[in-house]
């Protein structure tokens, strides 16, 4: 069956580093546009990043630009999300997911399709 699963997360203290990875079954990283998304328990998803599964072109949610990066390794069949100069706020459930476009209002929407069962990242001190 179609699936995403997501691993790397953990605690890291604030000004730190994190990969997290997204490993699809049943399809490829560039079968469909894909992205990273979000949440707070109590609070609303939020777009993180995605990308187009033609040619990789990527788009960030202001919080993002700057710290992190989404990749892919075809050959792995892994998407990446690396994580710099981490805060506080960071701290959340990130998904993977599907989503039908990936375009800036996809992240404004934060709307995804096939979504994984997320992985807890913590940014304390």
């Known amino acids: 069956q179609v699936q995403l699963v997501e691993s790397g997360g953990g605690l890291v203290q604030p000004g730190g580093s994190l990969r997290l990875s997204c490993t699809p079954s049943g399809f490829t990283v560039n079968t469909y546009d894909i992205g990273w998304f979000r949440q707070v328990p109590g609070q609303g998803r939020e777009g993180v990043s995605c990308m187009t599964n033609v040619d990789g072109t990527t788009h960030y949610a202001d919080f993002a630009k700057g710290r992190f990066t989404i990749s892919r390794d075809i050959a792995k069949n892994t998407l990446y999300l690396q994580m710099n100069n981490l805060k506080p706020d960071d701290t959340a459930v990130y998904y993977c997911?599907?989503?039908?476009?990936?375009?800036?209002?996809?992240?404004?929407?934060?709307?995804?399709?096939?979504w994984g069962r997320g992985t807890q990242v913590t940014v304390s001190s």
């Open positions: 997911a599907t989503v039908f476009l990936c375009i800036p209002d996809t992240l404004i929407s934060a709307s995804g399709d096939i």
